[in-house]
Every structure is written in C-alpha cells, then in structure tokens.
C-alpha cells in the first residue's frame, strides 16, 4: 500500500459510490407509476435515463452544448424517455419532481457511518458532476456530513475533464497530491490520477446489473481498493 | 416581523458576524510576539490589518486588479503590515502561519449552538469574502455546521458586488427571495437586499472598538434584528 499519510482531502464521486442511483431512481419511478397508473418496467426507465447521462455529458465536454446545469441535462434526457416510454399526462410540476429524484436518492448503508469517520481526521468534499443545489438536497435528506460541495459546477467542467478536478483541489488549497479520489469508476479515478490525485476504488458491486465494460479496475495503477467506507476508514487508519 | 415562511436557505457574513476575527487576530498575533520577542500593539496591528481589507477588496472590485484570492490579499496586506510595523526576522513559514490567523478565528459564543439549531430546518451556506479553503478550515476547526460554503470564491466576485449574491442563491438552485442573508455589516445586507434576497442584522457589539460610520442600521429597511444567533433562531420558530 502506498503512504497516504500526507493525505488532507478525500474527494468524492457521489453517484454509485455514496448513493445508489438505480434503486433510488427505481422507487422513485413506481411510487410515481402507482399514483398515476402509469405501468412500465421502472428499472428499465432508471437504466435508460442513467444510459443517456455519459452521451449528454459529452456533448458539453466536447463543446457541441454550452455549459448546462446536470438537473438541466437530467430534464433533456427525461423529456426524451418520457416520450420513448410513452409516458403522457403528466404536469410540469409532476415531472420537475421526478426530475429531481436524483436529489433524494439514498446512500449505501455503510455510507454515513464511513463518512462520519473519515471526516474526523480528512476534509471531506464532493467530487461530482452534480449540481451544488443537488448535492447539497441530498446531503440534507441523507445525512451525509460534508466539509465542502464542490466538483463540476463550480468548475465549470465536467469530469473526467482535468479542470473538475484541479479546481476543486485548488479551491480546497491543496495540491491534487493531497487529495484522495474515492470512486467506484475506474475511469474517474484514472482521470484524477491523471491530475496528481491520489486514487481509492471502491467496489460497489450493485450499482449495475451489468458493469460496464472498462470500468473494472487496474488494481496495480490504484493507491487503495476497498470494499466500502467502512474498511476506507479501516485502511486509512481512521 | 415580514414573513419568512418561505425563506429554505440562510447565507452567513464570517468576519464578524460567527466569528470574532479581532480577538483572533490579536491572540495569534501576542503568541507569535511571545514566541519571537516582538514587543508591538497587536490590538493596533488586528485594526490596520483589517483596516486595508475593504481598499484592497475594492482594488479587485474596481478591476484595479485582477481576481485574487483572500488570502493574497491578506498576504499583500500583511507584508506591508510588517514593514510599517518594523517586524523583521520572520521566516517565510511563520509569515504564512500569521497570514493563516484568518482560518483559526474562534466564533462567537452563540453560534455554533445557534448554527445547530437552525441547519435542521434551512440549508445553512456561508455567503462571505473568504476562500473556500479559508472557511472549510475554519470550519473544521471551530466545528461551524455549514451544507455548503459559498460566496466569492466561487462566485469570482466580491461582496458587495451583486454577482456574489445572485451567484451564490443560484448554486443553491433558490429565488433570492427565498435566501436570508445574515450579517453584522448594513451595507453587506443592503447590497444584499438589492438583490432580492431577506436580511438580518445580528448586533455584535464586540466587533469593533469603534464601528464604522454608516454601519448602523436602518431597521425598518430590515426583515430581523437580533441580538445573536440564539434569537434568530427563536425568531424564525426553530
């Protein structure tokens, strides 16, 4: 294991590796399918919607769209499958609020626990492409103890582009080699190390049916691979 | 009283509306005097050094000078400080120790109680002219409650320029209107107030020895004022 002890920061994915999206989004679509009799496969809704976030992403990464919020992007997206799923009736106020289901998602059940432990000795901040406004909802809702939101929208860059993640290490005033990048995406953590983070894989293995390809992790390019919060703080020493 | 029934978020002046930045400045200020025999008024020295803080913010406000963190600005100050005050023979690590003074000040007695009492009913931001990293290490180190830290950092704009205003309400994805902007500084909460938000004025009688001319308030222009932090939150019913 690599020292970490110069370690200040932990910076954090939120989507998959603090919350879990797909039952969230899951539980939200029934409860939503049951009041207005709309009968589809909910988890199938939840696959798709997750599925379009990466090509909607890229357009903004790629300059194809301006600079856009994510609950802006999550509504584009939601537009389109409302329409492919053939899901009519709705009112505007009844579809913003499936829209911000991703604001109340719930974290994994070693979340908050790990966390609380982590934050006595680490500086704890968001490292997402979710919105201020959605972190900081669901951090209310599920007790999730952060020092700072930061991540994408104060950026103004989307991960894995390298400005996400410079400007939350200088924000933090910290040079990237003190910051920790916990994920359970490879891709995000590659990026980060990239950037001079120090890198922690997480696996939560029930964040997809189907992992997607590439997403398995080089273990011997990670600094830490651990199985949940709980054995982070276990192998931070926390 | 106005009706605040609506109000979801408070954003909080830091300089001497929770904290007490002169009798921080001063004790860091008499410890680093004991540690290296430096015989000054470090009450005058607290005064001068927060006596360049508006000039200098106001060199970045008016373009004078490009966008500069707080903390080079206090730094910027502090140099000259040294000089005027004829302080030599400080290594570059315990200059920046004192520059840091500003991440160690202590609030005032009431607030973290009243902070706590009031995150479980409101999303609680700073809204102040600190760094990111100024304020979370503030935090950590006096235990101050916040969900996010916000202001002009993030915002690239200093109070009390409105775009630190706007800019802070729209990353918490709220109307103005629904924001209370708590402060010890009239003119922080007028500039505030132009931008649709609520204010408070907390009296801190402390803060100064002598407060500045044109910091009274103008009550009937103000949604609260409170003594502290204890009666905002019995006023607001939490």
């Known amino acids: 294991m690599a020292d970490l002890g110069d370690i200040r920061a932990l910076t954090f994915d939120v989507f998959g590796t603090v919350v879990d999206w797909r039952s969230g989004i899951i539980r939200e679509g029934e409860a939503l399918g049951r009041a207005k009799s709309i009968a589809i496969d909910w988890a199938r809704f939840a ?3 997750r599925g379009l976030y990466q090509p909607m992403l890229s357009k903004v990464r790629d300059g194809e769209i301006a600079w856009i919020k994510l609950d802006d992007l ?4 939601l537009d389109r499958l409302l329409a492919e799923f053939g ?8 579809i913003d609020h499936l829209n911000r289901a991703w604001h109340r998602l719930d974290p994994w059940p070693d979340a908050v626990a790990g966390l ?8 704890l901040a968001t490292l997402s492409n979710g919105t201020v406004a959605l972190l900081v909802n669901m951090a209310k809702r599920a007790g999730l103890p952060w020092d700072a939101i930061l991540g994408a929208e104060v950026a103004r860059h989307y991960k894995p582009q390298p400005e996400a993640y410079r400007a939350t290490a200088a924000f933090l005033g910290l040079e990237p080699a003190r910051c920790l990048m916990v994920a359970a995406h490879y891709n995000d953590l590659v990026a980060a190390g990239a950037c001079g983070f120090r890198t922690a894989y997480v696996w939560r293995r029930d964040e997809f049916v189907v992992r997607p390809k590439n997403d398995l992790p080089a273990v011997h390019e990670l600094d830490l691979v651990v199985e949940d919060f709980a054995e982070l703080a276990d192998r931070l020493g926390v």
């Not at 999550?74 to 997206?77: E, F, G, L, T, Y």
């Not at 899901?87 to 009844?94: F, Y």
């Open 47 to 49: 696959d798709a919607w």
């Open 74 to 77: 999550h509504r584009m997206s």
């Open 87 to 94: 899901i009519a009736g709705l009112s505007e106020a009844e």
């Open 116 to 123: 609380t432990r982590l934050k006595r000795r680490y500086v």
